[in-house]
Nanobody, 124 residues
Protein backbone atom coordinates (compact mmCIF):
# COMPACT_ATOMS: atom_id res chain seq x y z
CA UNK A 1 0.00 0.00 0.00
CA UNK A 2 1.36 3.38 -1.00
CA UNK A 3 2.36 5.88 1.66
CA UNK A 4 3.37 9.52 1.58
CA UNK A 5 5.16 11.24 4.46
CA UNK A 6 5.67 15.00 4.58
CA UNK A 7 8.40 16.78 6.50
CA UNK A 8 9.94 20.24 6.76
CA UNK A 9 7.09 22.25 8.24
CA UNK A 10 7.60 24.68 11.07
CA UNK A 11 7.34 28.30 12.15
CA UNK A 12 8.95 31.11 10.21
CA UNK A 13 8.79 34.89 10.16
CA UNK A 14 7.26 36.77 7.24
CA UNK A 15 9.71 36.94 4.37
CA UNK A 16 11.35 33.69 5.40
CA UNK A 17 11.70 30.38 3.59
CA UNK A 18 10.89 26.74 4.20
CA UNK A 19 11.46 23.60 2.18
CA UNK A 20 8.88 20.84 2.44
CA UNK A 21 9.64 17.30 1.42
CA UNK A 22 7.35 14.38 0.62
CA UNK A 23 8.73 10.83 0.64
CA UNK A 24 6.81 8.06 -1.11
CA UNK A 25 6.95 4.34 -0.52
CA UNK A 26 4.98 1.30 -1.59
CA UNK A 27 4.09 2.66 -5.04
CA UNK A 28 5.77 3.16 -8.40
CA UNK A 29 6.36 6.84 -7.84
CA UNK A 30 7.12 7.75 -11.45
CA UNK A 31 3.62 6.61 -12.49
CA UNK A 32 1.98 9.49 -10.61
CA UNK A 33 1.68 13.24 -10.84
CA UNK A 34 2.23 14.74 -7.38
CA UNK A 35 0.76 17.84 -5.83
CA UNK A 36 1.00 19.95 -2.73
CA UNK A 37 -2.29 21.04 -1.21
CA UNK A 38 -2.85 23.30 1.75
CA UNK A 39 -5.68 23.89 4.15
CA UNK A 40 -5.83 27.03 6.22
CA UNK A 41 -8.00 27.19 9.36
CA UNK A 42 -11.65 27.37 8.41
CA UNK A 43 -10.96 27.08 4.68
CA UNK A 44 -11.12 24.39 2.04
CA UNK A 45 -8.12 22.33 1.03
CA UNK A 46 -6.68 23.72 -2.21
CA UNK A 47 -4.03 22.73 -4.71
CA UNK A 48 -1.07 25.09 -4.62
CA UNK A 49 1.43 23.29 -6.86
CA UNK A 50 1.74 20.10 -8.86
CA UNK A 51 4.30 18.34 -11.01
CA UNK A 52 3.87 15.81 -13.76
CA UNK A 53 5.21 12.25 -13.65
CA UNK A 54 8.37 13.16 -15.56
CA UNK A 55 8.75 16.55 -13.95
CA UNK A 56 8.37 18.36 -17.27
CA UNK A 57 5.16 20.17 -16.39
CA UNK A 58 4.35 22.15 -13.29
CA UNK A 59 1.33 24.08 -12.05
CA UNK A 60 1.17 26.85 -9.45
CA UNK A 61 -1.76 28.60 -7.88
CA UNK A 62 -1.61 32.30 -8.68
CA UNK A 63 -1.02 33.24 -5.05
CA UNK A 64 2.27 31.30 -4.92
CA UNK A 65 3.65 31.89 -8.41
CA UNK A 66 7.18 33.25 -8.29
CA UNK A 67 7.56 32.28 -4.62
CA UNK A 68 7.11 28.50 -4.52
CA UNK A 69 8.96 25.91 -6.58
CA UNK A 70 7.99 22.26 -6.85
CA UNK A 71 10.48 19.59 -7.88
CA UNK A 72 10.76 15.82 -7.80
CA UNK A 73 13.36 13.08 -7.75
CA UNK A 74 12.03 9.83 -9.20
CA UNK A 75 15.11 7.91 -8.05
CA UNK A 76 14.73 8.96 -4.42
CA UNK A 77 10.91 8.92 -4.67
CA UNK A 78 10.61 12.41 -3.24
CA UNK A 79 8.88 15.68 -4.09
CA UNK A 80 9.97 19.00 -2.63
CA UNK A 81 8.24 22.35 -2.29
CA UNK A 82 10.61 25.28 -1.85
CA UNK A 83 8.69 28.18 -0.34
CA UNK A 84 10.22 31.65 -0.34
CA UNK A 85 8.94 35.09 0.65
CA UNK A 86 6.42 33.52 2.98
CA UNK A 87 3.60 35.64 4.37
CA UNK A 88 0.97 35.00 7.05
CA UNK A 89 -1.55 34.00 4.38
CA UNK A 90 0.63 30.95 3.66
CA UNK A 91 -0.10 29.58 7.14
CA UNK A 92 -1.76 26.20 6.69
CA UNK A 93 -1.36 22.47 6.93
CA UNK A 94 0.42 21.33 3.77
CA UNK A 95 -0.41 17.94 2.29
CA UNK A 96 1.34 15.92 -0.37
CA UNK A 97 -0.87 13.84 -2.66
CA UNK A 98 -0.59 11.83 -5.84
CA UNK A 99 -2.90 11.96 -8.78
CA UNK A 100 -4.42 8.73 -10.06
CA UNK A 101 -2.07 6.36 -11.82
CA UNK A 102 -1.09 7.67 -15.25
CA UNK A 103 -3.62 10.51 -14.98
CA UNK A 104 -3.02 14.23 -14.58
CA UNK A 105 -3.53 15.76 -11.15
CA UNK A 106 -5.97 18.57 -11.85
CA UNK A 107 -8.11 18.80 -8.74
CA UNK A 108 -8.56 17.44 -5.25
CA UNK A 109 -10.99 14.87 -6.65
CA UNK A 110 -8.33 13.49 -9.00
CA UNK A 111 -6.10 12.19 -6.23
CA UNK A 112 -5.19 8.79 -4.85
CA UNK A 113 -2.62 8.71 -2.05
CA UNK A 114 -2.34 11.36 0.66
CA UNK A 115 0.13 12.18 3.39
CA UNK A 116 -0.96 13.26 6.86
CA UNK A 117 0.25 16.82 6.44
CA UNK A 118 2.82 19.17 7.94
CA UNK A 119 2.03 22.49 9.60
CA UNK A 120 3.51 25.73 8.30
CA UNK A 121 3.08 28.83 10.45
CA UNK A 122 4.16 32.25 9.24
CA UNK A 123 4.06 34.82 12.00
CA UNK A 124 6.11 37.63 13.47
Amino acid sequence: QGQLVESGGGSVQPGGSLRLSCAASGLTFSYYDVGWFRQAPGKDRVLVASISRSGERTYYQDSVKGRFTISRNNVANTVALQMNSLNPEDTAIYYCATGRIFRPLTSIQATDYWGKGTLVTVSS
